[in-house]
């Protein structure tokens, strides 16, 4: 028999607490001279690091266009102005709540759409019964860095000649089924650089498109929908991307590739170690897909692992072990979207989803035996599952 779990009066076995993620920044002396040049040349947005970014982006995703922006959210809205969408937009509920925001923010009435159960993201088979008369844009989410079928959605909203738009927030440097890199489907992919994605900037965005038309819209309202003359074209708004994330984007960007592999060797030691231990699930990455493994996630079935999703996240912090409930609550029943929303069709997968998801310490520069420890203690809590389970009913008795 293992050690005794924290839970059950044991010793925690990090107390120095692991996080459930921590950006990867290596400040070396390449980008600390990039930084330096920045701030020695007072252009701090607008400089070369942008454009260069741009470039050196498009190229590692295959795309024609790549704009720069502030933020993945304030990407997501300037491509559904630029494309003029109206009325409603088919989004998944098992999402981040910016994907909602953003269509919110250009006046969208969000349309929540239910996930599939193997991939949670959304498909053409959830898609189908909400699309339809008011619906004027899709919205869809390569959910923990793996891929959506961009190609069956595609090919539905094409038959309903509205466009499709993926938040591809937690995928860059993800691939499709098809070898290609995610980023060049649909209208516009836009990506994330904030603190939790793999590339981690700070803060920063990126719409990747094949249409010179959609990129050319998206610069200038970035830039306050001033072309350059001060005869603004459309209502834009500050979008843009400070030099110094670029230079840090650009560094990141070189190191990604390293990064993603030490991603799969990490994600592939939880699989083998949790692989054996009943009633925790694996998200599905679909076949000849990667993913960037942005969350590492477990579906919790509480009859076979003998704990809940909520009582082996309690079993878990008693041993300094972080986690999160990506994503719960879902969208629709969040208070903004409680009302708000759409909700034409019953979303149980959302809600299954939601309710047995939890998302692992991950992050890119994470020893291998921490690792090992975490499922070490995750066996450890599955065989005294019983006391385990008690013990943290019990203690959160006791706060309440
Ligand atoms: C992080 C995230 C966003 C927002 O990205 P920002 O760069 O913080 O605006 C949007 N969608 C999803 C799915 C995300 O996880």
């Not at 300037?78 to 909602?100: D, I, K």
């Not at 986690?323 to 929303?341: I, K, S, V, W």
């Not at 997968?349 to 020893?367: C, D, G, K, Q, V």
Request: proline residues 6%; charged residues 20%; contains cysteine.
């Amino acid at each position: 028999m293992g050690r005794l779990p924290a839970i059950l009066g044991g010793a925690p076995r990090f107390p120095q607490r692991v996080p459930v993620t921590r950006p990867t920044l290596d400040a070396d002396d390449a980008l600390m001279a990039q930084i330096k040049g920045i701030l020695e040349s007072g252009m701090l947005t607008g400089g070369g690091n942008v454009a260069a970014f741009e470039d050196e982006a498009a190229d590692f995703l295959g795309v024609a266009h790549a704009v720069a922006v502030g933020s993945c959210t304030t990407g997501l809205m300037l491509t559904l102005r630029a494309l003029r969408t109206s009325r409603g937009a088919v989004l998944p509920s098992f999402t981040f709540m910016a994907t909602a925001h953003a269509a919110a923010w250009q006046g969208l009435t969000p349309v929540l759409a239910d996930c599939d159960p193997d991939t949670y993201t959304l498909t053409a088979h959830s898609l189908a019964p909400v699309l339809g008369e008011g619906i004027g844009a899709v919205l869809a989410v390569h959910v923990f860095g793996a891929c959506c079928d961009a190609d069956g959605l595609a090919e539905l909203t094409g038959r309903h000649g509205i466009p499709l738009v993926l938040d591809s927030a937690h995928a860059f440097g993800a691939r499709y089924p098809d070898g290609t890199m995610v980023g060049g489907k649909g209208a516009a992919e836009v990506f994330s650089f904030s603190p939790t994605k793999v590339l981690a900037a700070g803060e920063g965005g990126l719409v990747a498109t094949n249409s010179a038309e959609l990129a050319a819209a998206v610069r200038t309202l970035r830039e306050y929908g001033n072309p350059g003359d001060y005869d603004a074209r459309a209502i834009g708004l500050n979008g843009r991307m400070t030099e110094i994330a670029a230079a840090i984007c650009r560094a990141g960007l070189r190191a990604l590739p390293e990064r993603l592999a030490r991603r799969s060797e990490l994600v592939g030691r939880y699989r083998s170690l949790l692989g054996p231990i009943p009633g925790l699930r694996f998200q599905t990455v679909p076949a000849g897909a990667t993913s960037t493994h942005k969350d590492l996630v477990v579906q919790v079935d509480a009859d076979l692992l003998g704990l809940t999703r909520g009582q082996l996240a309690a079993a878990l912090a008693a041993e300094g072990i972080d986690t999160r409930n990506y994503f719960d609550p879902p969208l629709h029943t969040q208070t903004a979207y409680r009302g708000f929303a759409r909700r034409p069709v019953g979303l149980p997968e959302t809600e299954h989803a939601s309710r047995t998801l939890l998302s692992l310490p991950l992050y890119s520069h994470m020893a291998a035996d921490l690792v090992d420890g975490i499922c070490e203690t995750i066996a450890s809590l599955h065989e005294r599952s019983d006391e385990a389970a008690a013990a943290t009913t019990k203690r959160t008795a006791s706060v309440t």
